[in-house]
């Protein structure tokens, strides 16, 4: 008997595709993700620092793989009243929560590891993907602007 006639064998499905609004989605719950490791590393007195792998040249000039920090900025301040505002970024423009306004206000530092769960919770149920698909769209209209600056006819 053969070693794969035990195994169960399927077709591949066609495409796992996701659409644009699951992909924004995605982009968006990942970068939440690292505010929240950000937020409890914070809040534990510990640093928080993803890595990223980059390809460097050694003392013999040779490529080799190696770790560096990315620099991660808090989506988080506090405002002069004392309380802690909160803003949703895709990319670097702020996102529209409701009704134009584009900030989350809480009371105290503690309460934001609760909010960015909620805000998680949120981008998967698509209740942001109007305001994703309008930012997505303003990013593709500036950089089609910009590569347009310095050509010549």
Do not use: C
């Not at 990315?70 to 929560?97: C, D, E, F």
């Not at 584009?102 to 305001?131: R, S």
Request: hydrophobic share 40%.
């Amino acid at each position: 008997m053969s070693l794969l006639g035990n195994l169960k064998v399927v077709a591949n499905p066609a495409s796992l595709t996701k659409t644009p609004e699951q992909f924004r989605r995605n982009k968006l719950i990942g970068k939440l993700e690292e505010q929240l490791a950000l937020a409890e590393a914070q809040l534990g007195g510990k640093s928080y620092n993803r890595m990223r792998w980059i390809t460097a040249a050694n003392a013999e000039g040779e490529p080799v793989r190696i770790q560096r920090p990315v620099r991660l900025k808090p989506w988080w301040y506090k405002s002069v009243a004392g309380k802690v505002l909160m803003t949703v970024r895709y990319g670097t423009r702020p996102l529209v929560i409701s009704n134009g306004m584009t900030a989350i206000e809480f009371d105290k530092l503690e309460d934001l590891p609760k909010t960015i769960t909620t805000v998680i919770k949120a981008v998967d149920a698509g209740e942001l993907d109007g305001e994703l698909a309008s930012a997505a769209a303003a990013k593709g209209k500036h950089l089609s602007k910009a590569g347009k600056v310095g050509m010549k006819k």
